[in-house]
C-alpha cells in the first residue's frame, strides 16, 4: 500500500534486520508459554461496530453483490477459536484502518493479538510487562486507573463528571479548546482530555499501564462487578506511544449483542453507516468461549521503541506516504 512513485524502501537494512528480530522475539515468547500461533483471515464479510473504527471495503468480482471488509483487528475470528478449542493463541499479522496517516499512524500496520485462557485482566497486564521487559530492557512500571489518571491531571472525576463539566475543565487548553466548545459527546470529550491533555504528562521512561476504564468505553471488556461504572480494560504507554489496548473479555451472548446495539445507536447517532454484527461471533460466545483475557499491541509502534526511531513510516518497508 503506496503512494510514492519511488521504488526503495523507507526502512534501513539494519531496522529490517530489527524488525525480523523482534518478531523472532515474540514468537519466542510465546512458544515458550505454549502459546499457539494461529492466522486468520483479513478480508471478511463483517466490520466492526465501533463509532471510532472505520474498516476499509473491497468487492471481489466473484460475489458481486457482498462487499468484503477488511479487518481491523483479528479479534472476531481468534473468539471463535477460542471458542472452537479453549486453546491460549496469539496472531503476528497485517491489519488495516481507515485512519489518519502520520507519525505514529499507517492504514495497514503490524499487530500481535493474543488471548490467554483463564487469565485475569491483572495476570494479562503482568504478561504484557514481561514481554516488554525481554524487548525493551527493565523499566520501571507505572500502574494507575483512569480515574485516579484524570483526578491527578485534571481534579475530575471522569466516572460522574457532566459534560459541561468537562467543557469547562477543558476549555483551557488552546489545542483542543475549539473541540471542546463544538462537542457534546460525554465520551468523545474524555478520549480528547485522555490522548491530547494526559498521555503527554505520563512518564516516557516508565511503562505506563492505565485500567477500568468508563463502562461507556468498555468494547468487548467485562464491567467491573465490584464497580459497572467501570470495565475491565487497561491500555499500556511506554515512550509517550500507546502500545496495547487489552480486556477481561466478555463471554456473554447477549451482552455483547447488546453492546452492538449501543454501537450502532451512536453511529447513527454521529451520521455514520451503521453496521450489521458478526453473528458468528454471538454464536460462538454462545456456544461457550472460555474465560480469558486479550490484548492488541501495535508491532510497528513497539519496533520505534527499540530503535529510537520516531516516525512509524521510518520502520515500515513502504509506508503508504513518505515520511
Request: net charge negative; charged share 25%.
Amino acid at each position: 500500500m503506496q503512494l510514492t512513485d519511488n521504488w526503495q524502501p523507507s526502512a534501513s537494512l539494519d531496522v529490517l534486520r530489527q524488525r525480523a528480530a523482534l518478531f523472532q522475539t515474540i514468537r519466542n515468547f510465546f512458544q515458550q508459554r505454549d502459546v499457539l500461533e494461529v492466522d486468520t483471515p483479513i478480508l471478511g464479510r463483517f466490520g466492526v461496530t465501533d463509532l471510532h473504527l472505520e474498516n476499509l471495503e473491497t468487492t471481489l468480482s466473484y460475489f458481486p453483490h457482498q462487499r468484503f471488509q477488511l479487518q481491523t483487528s483479528p479479534e472476531y475470528a481468534m473468539k471463535r477459536l477460542l471458542a472452537a478449542h479453549g486453546q491460549s493463541i496469539y496472531q503476528l499479522g497485517k491489519v488495516f484502518r481507515d485512519d489518519e496517516v502520520g507519525r505514529f499512524h499507517n492504514p495497514e500496520f503490524t499487530m500481535l493479538e493474543w488471548y490467554r485462557v483463564n487469565f485475569t485482566m491483572q495476570d494479562l497486564i503482568n504478561e504484557v510487562v514481561t514481554l516488554l521487559h525481554d524487548v525493551l530492557g527493565a523499566r520501571d512500571v507505572y500502574q494507575t486507573t483512569y480515574q485516579a489518571l484524570f483526578q491527578k491531571h485534571l481534579n475530575l472525576d471522569p466516572l460522574n463528571a457532566s459534560v459541561e463539566e468537562l467543557q469547562n475543565c477543558l476549555i483551557k487548553y488552546e489545542r483542543i479548546a475549539d473541540l471542546v466548545e463544538r462537542e457534546t459527546d460525554r465520551d468523545t470529550l474524555l478520549q480528547l482530555a485522555m490522548s491530547l491533555v494526559i498521555e503527554p504528562q505520563l512518564n516516557k521512561s516508565d511503562i505506563t499501564v492505565v485500567e477500568r476504564f468508563p463502562a461507556s468505553q468498555a468494547a468487548l471488556a467485562q464491567l467491573d462487578k465490584k464497580d459497572e461504572r467501570v470495565a475491565l480494560r487497561f491500555e499500556v504507554y511506554v515512550g509517550g506511544i500507546e502500545l496495547a489496548n487489552g480486556y477481561q473479555e466478555l463471554t456473554h451472548a447477549q451482552h455483547q449483542q447488546l453492546r452492538f446495539d449501543q454501537d450502532n445507536h451512536l453511529r447513527k447517532q454521529f451520521g455514520k453507516e451503521t453496521k450489521p454484527a458478526d453473528f458468528r461471533l454471538l454464536k460462538a460466545l454462545d456456544a461457550g468461549m472460555p474465560n480469558c483475557s486479550g490484548v492488541a499491541l501495535g508491532v510497528d509502534r513497539l519496533l520505534m521503541l527499540v530503535t529510537g526511531i520516531s516516525d512509524i513510516r521510518q520502520v515500515l518497508p513502504f509506508p503508504i506516504a513518505c515520511a
